[in-house]
DNA sequence: CACCGAACCGAAAATATCTTTCATCCGTGA
DNA sequence: TCACGGATGAAAGATATTTTCGGTTCGGTG
């Protein structure tokens, strides 16, 4: 809503304070109008806006020209900026949370707001140097495990999904039982990563313990890098911690922000594996098409 | 982030790229010069557009309509408050791609900053209609199912996780055989969701046709609204599509978008259940408590 | 008070722009 | 190769904008 100095278009209002003495009786009507609602005239055409201010095409057009533009259309065109300006200048009033009686849309901005948040939050925190060995370690690997529990779970399902589309070897496991037993078997070279937002769960830190313990290269992803999961780990990525609300479960936050990381090791060691990679993941795409229908064109 | 008129705003872009597969070549042509010179275009008339990209009127007018505005005037007239936009908001800060050999910390900025413009996109593309139906339909549902494979099959664990915190009863399925199974036992009142980013997987569309055949609800989260899954989905959630690159597979961004669809079908769900879902999601946190160690440190 | 002229104004014609229709063209699959 | 269906653009048709032009009002003047 502040005017800008030299810049095009500028302030209708100011113009028209301007101008308004310059202007017959019915060209001020018009000026007003545009002037009150840039965004309402924007919708109408040369005659609409004539018969809202009760006045004539002709005298619409007299107007814009008085104005500063060619003709109507150009400044319909003009306001139509302005209205857009203005709305995006009230922009966002999403700094509270998001509460029960919430409309729809208001739910879309804040959650999106706050992934991006986190996500911002994240990249800010990471630890490269901690990142950058895990991503060497996990492209020498001979195998690789990953722990993960009820929604981290999915986490590392997503890594294991992605690693194993660039020919690497890796495992999920979200049975505690089953990720002990495999964990023995993992040797020094192996890699093994557990997931957890509170780094106090022990059906991941378990498994994680197990690793480290026969020499694997062990990872913790977590959001508390004090916790006890990074008791076993040689390498600790940090996840953002933002606050959970009522409607919010941490369990939201947490995953936006270990996805990252995720994704980071990912593409990270694609890059050190880049040979091998990019071909697998060329096939695997290859391989998927014929699942596909014919698709939509 | 909607704009003034029923035409849904947000980023042109990325509805561009949301659209484009379902365009024909010289449509293609249009939307490009649109979503590449907003400006530019916004000062041509209908003819002059149809030069500059060497098609016709009648050509122009169709893109327009395709991009959801009722005729080109009113694209125009979004093309000048988008440009106005710009101008004022300044510069968008161009990424290039990943490459190759960044250095991992720009590995983790450009991740970062590429989720994050793909959580605007899909906040701006998503039809709050669609969703608040989508919404109040899980909420009365008796069950719901969710099909998903690979990448999606884990958001849809993701959405069936958080529904059954809330005491909901959700099943997600990623066996198409099983899914199908279960799809016939879907009656009116009961909710299907299929998970798919290029709307073309047999192995989902299949059980939601199952479901969308015995009368139930059927939801179809993906990124193609034109594509053959929509065929059998009562409503339609678009996520936004943001070009893939070599080294960050278009699964990816897709999961970005389609968590943030599902986290805020959940959210909408559990505002409406708000007197059941808050004293659920409390005792499930309860219940986890004794799975974590006693605390940090 | 009647008259005059100038500026103002709007109806309608003229023009520009946008939309629709329809015949043609091109690629595709049998 | 042929037939088909969709994509495409030329041109007709519909709207919107601009221009023209004559009527009207208003203030000044004889």
Redesign the interface.
């Known amino acids: 809503m502040k005017e800008s100095f030299g810049?095009p278009?500028g302030s209708l209002a100011a113009k028209v304070r301007t101008l308004a003495p310059s202007m017959t009786r019915s060209m001020q009507r018009v000026a007003e109008a545009v002037a009150n609602d840039p965004?309402g005239c924007?919708?109408l055409t040369v005659t609409g806006l004539a018969e809202l201010t009760g006045t004539s095409e002709a005298t619409v057009v007299r107007t814009a020209r008085l104005l500063g533009y060619p003709g109507y259309r150009d400044l319909?065109?003009?306001l139509?900026?302005?209205?857009?300006?203005q709305?995006?200048g009230r922009a966002p009033a999403i700094t509270t949370d998001?509460a029960?009686?919430?409309p729809?849309?208001d739910?879309?901005?804040k959650?999106?707001y706050e992934?991006?948040q986190t996500?911002?939050d994240?990249?800010a925190g990471?630890d490269?140097v901690q990142?950058?060995a895990a991503?060497t370690a996990l492209a020498a690997a001979r195998r690789t495990d990953v722990y993960g529990i009820?929604?981290s779970g999915?986490v590392a399902?997503?890594l294991t999904?992605?690693l194993l589309?660039i020919g690497l070897i890796a495992h999920a496991h979200s049975d505690p039982h089953l990720a002990v037993t495999n964990a023995v078997q993992l040797r020094p070279g192996d890699v093994a990563i557990a997931i957890t937002h509170?780094?106090?769960?022990?059906?991941v830190?378990e498994p994680l313990r197990a690793a480290f313990e026969h020499g694997a290269t062990t990872v913790a992803i977590t959001g508390?890098p004090?916790?006890?999961v990074t008791q076993y780990a040689d390498l600790v990525l940090t996840t953002s911690t933002s606050r959970e609300t009522?409607?919010?479960?941490a369990?939201?936050s947490s995953?936006?922000s270990q996805?990252?990381v995720v994704?980071?090791l990912f593409?990270?060691v694609?890059?050190r594996t880049?040979e091998t990679a990019?071909p697998a993941?060329a096939a695997s795409?290859e391989a998927?098409a014929h699942?596909?229908?014919?698709?939509?064109?």
């Open positions: 810049s278009g965004a924007a919708a319909r065109l003009a139509a900026g302005l209205a857009a300006q709305q995006s998001i029960v009686d919430d729809i849309a739910v879309v901005a959650l999106a992934e991006q996500l911002a994240t990249a990471i490269t990142l950058d991503v009820g929604a999915l399902q997503d999904q992605k589309r509170s780094g106090s769960t022990g059906d830190i508390r004090d916790s006890p009522e409607l919010r479960p369990a939201m995953r936006t996805l990252l994704d980071c593409v990270g694609a890059q880049y990019a993941l795409y998927l699942r596909h229908r014919s698709g939509s064109r």
